[in-house]
């Protein structure tokens, strides 16, 4: 009888601390994001406040998903049956959509440097292969690519892939655009070998422009401002842990990684990890400050209408929120 009467006491408990963590979800506020693709370390730090409880205890309830093949961020934000309320978007995408007449506000910033570069299968200078077969990411304009095409009269034939280095190493491309933290890194593992002169860093040309950032719709960040306050809190929270605990931080990403059966391993994830952590700092400052810099908003709208691809300066006051966003439908990528 005393067994059972402790038992029952037991159960009691557990049913209380259930309906207690039950009651304390449903009185979060919902929020989900989608990254910019599939699962990988460049989200640890999303990741981490989740799996950590930050995003708990700043009052939200978030939702992390991930595009499929056949759907893009973009499409998971502004479709009817999308389902997302953010998305990880570069931030020369979210300028031309906002010049598009789709206004967006960027709650939260995670990169400070452009990690894009062009690579050649051929040995040679990739500025000097005019007419060249590139490949180019399929989830992602290739802006600043196009706007190096444009000035130099580069002519290149554009080859589309989804990510990896097979396209590049089979040589059914003679340079590819890709990003330090994961194509780069994985033609080293391979042996591949990279000469100074078959490599073009964007960063170091005059092409430094911040890329992913968390970005929700106007109309949504006008009635949710306080809760995007928190979030960006949070989510800072779980990059700085990041930071401080990337052996942990990685553990809680390559969980993420299994769980959407994405085949890696914990090698290049780790040195995928280290670059991302060293492209969120401010090379001038040495300091990780997870905002939008207004000075490369500027030279993004001066490359970007150089080439056509925007018909108006998107100011940074329009990108945070603080200034109403007007639309001039800008001229196809073609023209």
Partial sequence: MIHTLKAYQYRGVFALIFAMSSIAVMGADKFVVCMAWTPHVDFTGYYVAKEKGFYKDAGLDVQIEHPLLTTSTYEKVFDQEGGCDAGVFSLMTAMATIADGRPLVNVFQTSMNSSYMLVSSKGQNPLTQKGARMGVYTSETNYLTYILDRKYNLNYEYVF??????????????????VSYWEVLQLKEAGFKMPEHTVYRFADNGYNIQENGVYVKKEYYDAHRTQMKRFAEASRRGWEWTAAHP?????????????????????????MLKEVLRLQTNMETGKREYRLRPDMVRLANRLMRDARMLNRDVTYEELIGKKEQVAIPRPWLTE
Wanted: aromatic fraction near 6%; glycine fraction near 2%.
């Fill in 161 to 178: 892939f989804a990510s990896g280095i097979n396209v590049f190493l089979s040589k059914a491309v003679d340079v590819a655009s890709m």
């Fill in 247 to 271: 052996e942990q931080a990685l553990d809680i990403a390559m969980k993420y990684l299994r769980m959407n059966r994405e085949r890696s391993n914990r090698t290049i994830q780790t040195l």
